[in-house]
């Protein structure tokens, strides 16, 4: 591999003249019909050549990822993680766009607060960030955020996440609003009542252990009823970090319907099962938990049949001090951008449970499309937003080496194949091992 780059500077504009030339990898974009070995130039931040190469085996290069459900604790606890940080660990996962949450302290539920981080994003992220507004005020659920006036600054979409709507009334209002407003409803699907006391999925594993349980209809019967409000109202809908079967088979007979709806999961929910917390570890302590093995064969194959049309992280970092605690008192979270496709390649596609192709769709023109954000490709003129990866090379996940202020992840320790080189966002150079 050769690759050769003039400097540049995050997020300046580039340089006139630069350039950056990409030889010796497999390049694959799905989208585009791209799965060849080439060389790839990019120019003052676009893609300006694509031509025949001899590929180096293990070298990949695809459309860099998007992640649509990241935790940036932005404002309020910047001492787990903030804009930076959290950017420049999404650039080191191979992340060219990422789109955070508004469960900060203040919420994000007003366009002053929406347009403060937005300008902080602008002078201060590594790769570009899109901010979703909180449906109701406080994400309290009993009142509508201006969704107007959110939408007139620039929000990404809308989620109380971390919380659900639970009044089916105020959730139809806001369906209707976002008719004239637009965004997107993105829904953290929980029926509180079910799901209370729970600090893992209800099952064989939490009566032995003597843990409270979560059930999985806590889920998929809100995933049902907001399904139904959302093709009532011919408006589109997205399923935040799906993890039951149940779920799955609700959207996938929504969609069948013509419901204009949408779904994501998280790697930990494609790569675990209850089993894993018979070791307390607090790391996996998730919300929504991980579930039984047929929850996640569900979830694989609802990714690989496009049910699930995005992969997300869910990237929640907490402080050190928070999960070193008995299990039932630590909160709920792991990071997960630095570690998302390395896991998935090694879990999923190494094995053969899910093609490459797929994988990477997932993780880039799937979100992307969900939430109508330019795709990345890879193609004469489009902008530069790359990963390049090596397949082959083996690494093993700890603290000391990632870019998030928090290290809270159940990967602590493990060995993952295929490590990410290098990212280009917006075509500049964002990481480079």
């Given at each position: 591999?050769?690759?050769a780059?003039?400097?540049?500077t995050?997020?300046?504009?580039?340089?006139?003249?630069?350039?950056?030339?990409?030889?010796?990898?497999?390049?694959?974009?799905?989208?585009?019909?791209?799965?060849?070995?080439?060389?790839?130039?990019?120019?003052?931040?676009?893609?300006?050549?694509?031509?025949?190469?001899?590929?180096?085996?293990?070298?990949l290069?695809?459309?860099?990822?998007?992640?649509?459900?990241?935790?940036?604790?932005?404002?309020?606890?910047?001492?787990?993680?903030?804009?930076?940080?959290?950017?420049?660990?999404?650039?080191?996962?191979g992340y060219?766009?990422?789109?955070?949450?508004?469960?900060?302290?203040?919420?994000?539920?007003?366009?002053?607060?929406?347009?403060?981080?937005?300008?902080?994003?602008?002078?201060?992220?590594?790769?570009?960030?899109?901010?979703?507004?909180?449906?109701?005020?406080?994400?309290?659920?009993?009142?509508?955020?201006?969704?107007?006036?959110?939408?007139?600054?620039?929000?990404?979409?809308?989620?109380?996440?971390?919380?659900?709507?639970?009044s089916?009334?105020?959730?139809?209002?806001?369906?209707?609003?976002?008719?004239?407003?637009?965004?997107?409803?993105?829904?953290?699907?929980?029926?509180?009542?079910?799901?209370?006391?729970?600090?893992?999925?209800?099952?064989?594993?939490?009566?032995?252990?003597?843990?409270?349980?979560?059930?999985?209809?806590?889920?998929?019967?809100?995933?049902a009823?907001?399904?139904?409000?959302?093709?009532?109202?011919?408006?589109?809908?997205?399923?935040?970090?799906?993890?039951?079967?149940?779920?799955?088979?609700?959207?996938?007979?929504?969609?069948?319907?013509?419901?204009?709806?949408?779904?994501?999961?998280?790697?930990?929910?494609?790569c675990?099962?209850?089993?894993?917390?018979?070791s307390?570890?607090?790391?996996?302590?998730?919300?929504?938990?991980?579930?039984?093995?047929?929850?996640?064969?569900a979830?694989?194959?609802?990714?690989?049949?496009?049910?699930?049309?995005?992969?997300?992280?869910?990237?929640?970092?907490?402080?050190?001090?928070?999960?070193?605690?008995?299990?039932?008192?630590?909160?709920?979270?792991?990071?997960?951008?630095?570690?998302?496709?390395?896991?998935?390649?090694?879990?999923?596609?190494?094995?053969?449970?899910?093609p490459?192709?797929?994988?990477?769709?997932?993780?880039?023109?799937?979100?992307a499309?969900?939430?109508?954000?330019?795709?990345?490709?890879?193609?004469?003129?489009?902008p530069?937003?790359?990963?390049?990866?090596?397949l082959?090379?083996?690494?093993?996940?700890?603290?000391?080496?990632?870019?998030?202020?928090?290290?809270?992840?159940?990967?602590?320790?493990?060995?993952?194949?295929?490590?990410?080189?290098?990212?280009?966002?917006?075509?500049?150079?964002?990481?480079?091992?």
């Amino acid at each position: 591999m050769t690759v050769a780059a003039a400097r540049h500077t995050l997020f300046a504009p580039a340089a006139p003249g630069s350039s950056l030339v990409i030889e010796g990898a497999r390049v694959v974009d799905p989208g585009e019909g791209i799965d060849a070995a080439l060389t790839v130039t990019v120019e003052d931040g676009r893609i300006t050549r694509l031509e025949p190469g001899t590929p180096e085996p293990g070298l990949l290069l695809a459309p860099a990822f998007v992640d649509p459900h990241v935790h940036l604790r932005t404002p309020g606890r910047e001492d787990e993680e903030d804009i930076v940080s959290g950017t420049e660990a999404a650039a080191g996962g191979g992340y060219c766009a990422i789109l955070a949450m508004p469960n900060t302290e203040p919420v994000v539920d007003s366009a002053a607060v929406l347009g403060s981080l937005i300008e902080r994003a602008e002078a201060e992220a590594r790769v570009p960030v899109g901010f979703l507004a909180a449906i109701t005020k406080g994400q309290q659920g009993a009142e509508l955020a201006d969704l107007g006036e959110l939408a007139d600054r620039g929000v990404a979409g809308f989620s109380d996440d971390g919380r659900p709507v639970v009044s089916a009334s105020l959730l139809r209002r806001a369906l209707q609003y976002t008719a004239a407003t637009g965004g997107l409803i993105a829904l953290h699907e929980e029926d509180p009542a079910l799901s209370r006391g729970g600090h893992m999925h209800e099952g064989a594993v939490s009566a032995e252990l003597g843990l409270g349980g979560w059930p999985s209809i806590a889920e998929s019967t809100m995933v049902a009823r907001d399904l139904a409000l959302a093709g009532y109202e011919r408006r589109p809908l997205h399923l935040l970090h799906l993890s039951a079967r149940e779920s799955v088979d609700e959207l996938r007979r929504a969609l069948a319907a013509g419901v204009e709806a949408s779904g994501e999961v998280t790697p930990h929910h494609l790569c675990l099962t209850d089993e894993a917390v018979r070791s307390l570890d607090s790391n996996l302590k998730m919300n929504p938990p991980v579930r039984a093995e047929e929850d996640r064969l569900a979830l694989v194959e609802g990714l690989r049949d496009g049910t699930i049309a995005a992969v997300a992280t869910d990237h929640a970092p907490h402080a050190r001090h928070e999960k070193e605690v008995p299990f039932e008192e630590a909160p709920f979270g792991v990071t997960g951008l630095e570690t998302a496709f390395s896991v998935l390649h090694t879990r999923l596609v190494v094995p053969g449970v899910l093609p490459l192709e797929t994988l990477l769709e997932r993780m880039s023109a799937g979100p992307a499309r969900i939430y109508g954000l330019e795709r990345p490709r890879i193609a004469v003129g489009a902008p530069a937003n790359l990963v390049l990866a090596d397949l082959r090379r083996t690494w093993t996940v700890g603290a000391a080496g990632f870019r998030s202020r928090s290290t809270n992840s159940w990967l602590l320790g493990h060995t993952l194949s295929g490590q990410i080189l290098m990212t280009l966002a917006a075509g500049h150079l964002a990481f480079r091992a």
